[in-house]
Nanobody, 121 residues
Framework: QVQLVESGGGLVQAGESLRLSCAVSGSIFSINAMGWYRQAPGKQRELVARITRGGSTNYVDSVKGRFTISRDNAKNTVYLQMNSLKPEDTAVYYC???????????????WGQGTQVTVSS
């Protein structure tokens, strides 16, 4: 019943910006860490950014200073603000959330459907 719905992807030119959103719904007790992953054609999926429930963040080195991850706990939503986009940022971006459901003792990772980000030169 837990669902993650992503939005905000698109096609932009190098140097422009996009903001991705991921809204979580369903039977949820709490959401722990949330993050964004990306996968380019022919490459493995990599962690782009991660944010804890309390707001601590981590980023892959290639996006530091350009991307910002944030979350709105009241809306069960995580965002990824992407500035100064480069062609090498082109990938499918996937939202991830570590969720503890009611009447369970362990959290479990859930994934969004993916949204395409294409950056042209």
């Amino acid at each position: 019943q837990v669902q993650l719905v992503e939005s905000g992807g698109g096609l932009v030119q190098a140097g422009e910006s996009l903001r991705l959103s991921c809204a979580v719904s369903g039977s949820i007790f709490s959401i722990n860490a949330m993050g964004w992953y990306r996968q380019a054609p022919g490459k493995q999926r990599e962690l782009v950014a991660r944010i804890t429930r309390g707001g601590s963040t981590n980023y892959v080195d290639s996006v530091k200073g350009r991307f910002t991850i944030s979350r709105d706990n009241a809306k069960n939503t995580v965002y990824l603000q992407m500035n100064s986009l480069k062609p090498e940022d082109t990938a499918v971006y996937y939202c991830n959330a570590d969720i503890l459901q009611y009447y369970t003792s362990s959290s479990y990772p859930y994934w969004g459907q993916g949204t395409q980000v294409t950056v042209s030169s």
